[in-house]
């Protein structure tokens, strides 16, 4: 089957592409989309955070690269050998003006209000990088990834969306039930809040997921994946 791939990139430079392309754009279209000043300025800033933070932190993973190669020269190489020049923190410019937390929220329900514009076409949306290009899916070779942490006690199982629109994520606690449906998630990852079986310090859980295009499931099972929980302390 043909359908249009999400316009947002799984990546973070995707997304930061994605922004900052919306946002030097989207003041040619303001007047006929209905746009405001102030959104439009919302969405500038937001995209220069965001590329911003990015920035710093491709520039601190190097540093601490070359800082451990440094450290590793120091601790291991011969006493004749001339050191190498100290790892020279980064210098950043001044960062952009700040921004609240939810960048990608306010993205998506700008998107929203564009494309509800009755002066809103396709063109427009290739242009601002709304519409997401075409691809060809052979729903019988889809199959999810599952990956797993455990945060705060609870297991989030990790996912990527793909072209799929949501996963349906079944559980099997050992409990005798075999798996069962846990949820239906649209926006990685999910965390499971299960509590612990009164009396058990530590369980077993295992975990399979199917991708959903439109309500129907499709493709094929993720392989199993299992997750050691354990009970917080000072949690009944």
């Known amino acids: 089957m043909t359908r249009k791939a999400y316009y947002i990139s799984d990546s973070d430079r995707g997304k930061a592409q994605f922004l900052t392309n919306l946002a030097n754009k989207i003041g040619t279209y303001a007047p006929t989309l209905g746009i405001s000043p102030d959104e ?3 969405i500038v800033n937001d995209a ?6 990015l920035r710093m932190q491709e520039a601190f993973k190097t540093f601490k690269q070359g800082l451990s190669a440094y450290k590793n020269q120091l601790r291991d190489g011969r006493q004749s050998e001339t050191p190498s020049p100290l790892p020279i923190a980064p210098t950043l410019p001044a960062p952009p003006t700040l921004v609240n937390n939810g960048i990608l929220w306010r993205a998506r329900k700008l998107v929203a209000r564009i494309k509800g514009s009755t002066n809103y076409n396709e063109s427009i949306g290739e242009d601002l990088g709304i ?3 075409e691809r060809t899916v052979d729903t019988l070779e889809l199959k999810p990834e599952l990956k797993s942490r455990v945060e705060s006690g609870h297991p989030v199982i990790i996912w990527k969306k793909g072209v799929a629109d949501r996963i349906n994520i079944y559980v099997d606690r050992k409990d005798g039930a075999g798996f069962v449906f846990l949820a239906t998630d649209s926006h990685p990852d999910y965390i499971d809040k299960h509590p612990m079986p009164k009396g058990v310090e530590s369980a077993v859980w295992d975990y399979k997921a199917i991708y959903l295009l439109g309500d ?7 392989d199993v994946i299992q997750v050691t929980v354990t009970r917080e302390i000072g949690k009944g």
């Not at 129907?216 to 993720?222: A, H, I, M, P, T």
């Open 40 to 42: 439009v300025a919302s």
């Open 48 to 53: 220069a955070m965001f590329k911003y933070i």
């Open 131 to 133: 519409v997401g290009d």
């Open 216 to 222: 129907e499931q499709v493709g094929q099972f993720s």
